[in-house]
């Protein structure tokens, strides 16, 4: 019997795509408690509180969750496209988490998850297991 190439893939599987996937669910998780947390303070929380449009705040992070569950599903799935726009996305997010430390805001969680998971995306294997080239 002929295994599909998806099947041929999940069976090989590397650890650093397990962990890969389970610091993407983290991160989706961070990304939604935040999400949580600015609906919690526009509902709640009365007073004045925001420099700008929380409605666009709310579906920048909402665009980042579904971005984030996109990359999720391709690195599960073994897709080259989401390791090259994983990639991409780490990178300008650890810019932008660097922007924010040196302007007062702690953002170290976030920091730590992209570097950790730019680590594992270049990794040998994982980089094999994705077709990208060594």
């Known amino acids: 019997m002929i295994e599909s190439s998806t099947a041929q893939k999940a069976a090989r599987r590397p650890f650093g795509v397990i962990v890969l996937c389970g610091l993407q669910i983290i991160s989706l998780l961070i990304e939604l408690a935040d999400l949580a947390r600015l609906i919690w303070q526009v509902k709640f929380i009365p007073g004045p509180r925001w420099n700008g449009d929380w409605q666009a705040q709310v579906a920048l992070n909402t665009l980042f969750f579904i971005v984030g569950l996109s990359f999720l599903i391709g690195l599960w799935q073994m897709k080259k496209w989401a390791w090259i726009m994983l990639m991409v996305y780490l990178s300008a997010s650890m810019g932008l988490d ?24 270049n990794l040998r294997e994982v980089r094999q297991a994705y077709e990208i080239r060594v």
Request: aromatic share 20%.
């Open 98 to 121: 660097l922007i924010s430390y040196f302007s007062g805001k702690e953002t170290y969680i976030p920091m730590v998850i992209s570097v950790i998971m730019v680590f594992y995306l």
